[in-house]
């Protein structure tokens, strides 16, 4: 078994009965091909409640200061994290993330880039539309609808794969596409409260 499928079944055991976790939607996650998998962000727990969600790994991206900490410097590349400096113009972990879509794998991103203190959904980070528009990969939208509460239901929503065509046809940039996917996640959190 490797460390991915371990340390899955390990968060799985300990944040699914404590925060009661239901997932729905799952009938939208593409079964195959490159996925780009965008999230609202509440919680520092939101990485692995949404890789034990997600039907298949993601890869996600954590800021570089995690990989200097012991112990989970040494874990992060093996649960497929990878490290991106803070600002997005860091261009190896924009390489990095491109090459997981186009390998048909999922990336999964928080395009606030930073945790919503207010639970309320903030402005996304042009970095999520970068990657949507320079891969083919399906834009899946998901909704972590809170609160963090031991033994409170958890909920991850999976919305429908977001149609790319009219925006790549109107020739939008990774700040307005963005926006577009920031628009299907607060519609997620809306739709599901």
Known sequence: ???????????????????????E??????????????????????????????????????????FNV???GKILPGIHAFPVRRGMSDREALRKGLKVLKEGEVLGLFPEGTRSKTGEIGKGLAGAGFFALRSDAHVVPCAIIGPYKPFRKLRVVFGPPIDMDPIRGQKMNAE?????????????????H
């Open 1 to 23: 078994m490797n460390l991915y499928s371990f340390a899955r079944g390990l968060v799985k055991s300990i944040l699914s009965p404590l925060y009661r976790i239901q997932v």
């Open 25 to 66: 939607g799952l009938e939208h996650f593409p079964k195959e091909g490159g996925v780009l998998l965008c999230s609202n962000h509440i919680d520092n727990l939101d990485p692995p409640v949404v890789g034990v969600a997600a039907p298949r790994p993601v890869s996600f991206m954590a800021k570089e200061e995690l």
């Open 70 to 72: 012991p112990i989970l």
């Open 176 to 192: 307005q596409t963005t926006d577009i996917i920031m628009g299907h996640i607060s519609d997620l959190m809306k739709n599901h």
